[in-house]
């Protein structure tokens, strides 16, 4: 069956498709053949002719540890380094920072702010503004970190409280371009954790991002949240029944980016696949050589370049 999802073309087949080499007829004009939910029990099957069991859904997550200091000590040099220059520029133009409830007068002000930088996305999906009644009927467990110029919301973002999870989670977040060039994305997530560590919180998210890089999220976003100290599991793991598995195999470059990459599931004691936080990143690109070193940390498991024919975009 061939779909369409927000502009990434997808052919989804069965496990004995993908295994007899029957998804070959669906695989024109799309840029991922994809197993739904396959089996646990298939998955090294799928695996070694190239469709990669993964977790559908990716929660970025860090400790808000005892105190910025321990926060930071972590980060490489560099990454500390950038984010004292991020405090310095916003301090340099005059910026100032509150925190402050979500109700309707606040969203007046971000959901502008937020589809602006939606617009400028390839495959952008405005969430939040569909989201506003939900969040408003919540607003109690929300609180919105702001940056202004003056009177003008120039940076935000908002953010949801739980004590069941004991997490405080960044939910939608916007900057101006001239300002996100500024890295000022960085102060208002290092503002985000403060609070989250002041109020009692032992856990920060930045959200969640579908398991494609490439599509609706970029290459970049992975290497920035990484940067910042935090680490990407699968959602499952964090909120019981959310997300799924799915196998995919990526076969073109049409309305993703040249490189896309996915977070696949890496192999147990026994070499299986095994769904639990170990993960190994799986690179697809055209190109002869890539620089790894953006995407190159500490927690995963492993790192796959898997070249395919074509044309680069």
């Known amino acids: 069956m061939r779909t369409v999802a927000l502009g990434l073309p997808v052919a989804v087949v069965d496990v004995d498709e993908a295994l007899n080499g029957e998804w070959l007829a669906h695989s024109r004009g799309v840029d991922v053949v994809r197993v739904q939910d396959p089996p646990p029990e298939r998955w090294a099957e799928l695996a070694e002719i190239g469709f990669l069991p993964k977790p559908q859904v990716l929660t970025w997550r860090a400790a808000t540890a005892a105190c910025e200091e321990d926060f930071l000590a ?59 009644d939900r969040i408003l009927a919540e607003r109690d467990s929300y609180f919105a970190v702001c940056v202004w110029d003056g009177d003008a919301l120039v940076g935000a973002s ?104 996915l977070l696949s599931y890496a192999p147990g004691a026994d070499g299986r696949p095994e769904r639990g936080p170990r993960l190994a990143l799986d690179m697809y690109t055209t190109a002869r050589e890539i620089d790894r070193r953006p995407y190159t940390v500490d927690y995963l498991v492993d790192f796959h370049v898997h070249r395919l024919e074509g044309e680069r975009r």
């Open 158 to 261: 908002i953010n949801q409280r739980s004590r069941q999870r004991d997490e405080v989670r960044a939910r939608f977040s916007a900057v101006v371009p001239d300002q996100r060039q500024a890295s000022l994305t960085r102060v208002i997530y290092l503002e985000i954790v403060r609070v989250a560590r002041e109020e009692g919180y032992t856990m920060v998210s930045l959200g969640s991002d579908p398991n494609l890089y490439g599509h609706l999220v970029k290459p970049g976003l992975f290497s920035f949240k990484s940067r910042l100290g935090f680490v990407p599991v699968p959602s499952h793991l964090v909120d019981a029944g959310s997300g799924s598995d799915q196998a995919d195999r990526i076969t073109a470059f049409t309305a993703i980016t040249d490189p896309s990459f």
């Open 74 to 132: 972590g980060l490489a040099r560099k990454d500390k380094q950038n984010i004292r220059i991020a405090r310095r520029r916003a301090k340099a133009d005059g910026l100032t920072t509150t925190i402050r409830g979500v109700d309707e007068t606040l969203l007046a002000m971000f959901l502008p702010l937020y589809e602006a930088q939606v617009a400028r996305m390839v495959h952008g999906w405005s969430v939040a503004t569909e989201h506003r």
